[in-house]
Structure formats: structure tokens, C-alpha cells
């Protein structure tokens, strides 16, 4: 099928950003919207056992971030340019965030650590873009956690658009996360696997 629009007696249209037009997205229900490498992403709503990883490692955060600190999965972390933004699982935030005013986009001057937990249906986002978009956003430490797999990885010192540390291990070892989440450690042996 063709479309063929009418001509205009204004010749400028006025430009929308992929922001605006996510913004306005008929979103079907269990779906969630981001903007990643200048396109738009829908992604379903994960599984209960991506749910109960979330879970668990929310209620570690509890008890060993600094005061300071909180772990949120209501966020979404705005690109320092253009219009991307990106929905991390869960982001550690200084409590101050909360505070804001309206909106739900973090700068990612704010955002110590992003954790993404792999989703069998859409695995490259979380293991081939989003480290790049990360480290170029400067987040300081990234951590994967892969349930497929049952392994997570950790990346940390973002320069020139890559992280230069990166660490793996599997569930069942303990993760140690860097400056400035320096000592936080997170028990792996507590995620469940895909598919066990």
C-alpha cells in the first residue's frame, strides 16, 4: 500500500524527535519503550524468574549501599545528547534523585551503576548495545546478569566510548562492585536460572 501525502501551503514541517514520538506510542499492555542508538525499542515484560533476580539483588542493595545511595527500577537514564534514553532494570542513584521534581529521566552524571538482567528474546540489547551506550554515557560500572547462562559480567571505567575493566563470573561467586560502589558485594548464588 501507498501513501501519497497532500502538498502543504507551508513547506517546513515541524520536526519530531524519536522522544516525542515514543512518548505518544499506543504502547500494548506488558510492553516498555526506549530509545537506543536512534531507534525505537519495545521490549515485553520480562519473565517471573528475571523478576525474582530484580528481587533478590534489590534486597541485597538494601542493606549495603551507602546512605546515600538507593536502587530504583522506575527510571530511565537520558542520553547527555540527541534522543536517547535507555530503561535499565535497575540503576543505584544518589537518594537525592528521588527528590527531583516531576520526570523520569536521570541524567547519567547521576547514575553510579546500571544492572541489566539478559532477557532470552532480546539478549543483544543488554550484551552488545548497551555497553557501548553505557561507556559512551560514561556510567561508570555496568553489570549484567545473565540467567540464561547463569553468569554475570561486570564492566567498569568508561573511557572513550568502551569500558576498559571487565570482569565475569558464574552465579554462585560473589561480585564485588568498583568506585564508586566500592566493596558493595552482591551474592550470585541467589539468582535463579532460566529453565531449572
Known sequence: MTAVLEKSSDARLTPISLRDVADHLDVPPGFRVEVLEGAIVMSPTPSKKHGAVLRRLSVQLFDRLPDDRTAEQMYSVEAPEGDDYATPDLMIVPVAVEEEDDGWLVSPDDVDCVVEVVSPGNAANDTKIKPTLYARWR????????????????????????????????????????????DVRIDTSVFPRYGG
Open 139 to 182: 556510567i561508570p560500572v555496568y553489570l549484567v546478569i545473565d540467567p540464561r547462562a547463569g553468569t554475570t559480567r561486570l564492566y567498569w571505567d568508561p573511557k572513550n566510548g568502551e569500558y576498559q575493566a571487565r570482569h565475569d563470573v558464574e552465579f554462585g561467586t560473589d561480585v564485588v562492585l568498583p568506585e564508586p560502589l566500592k
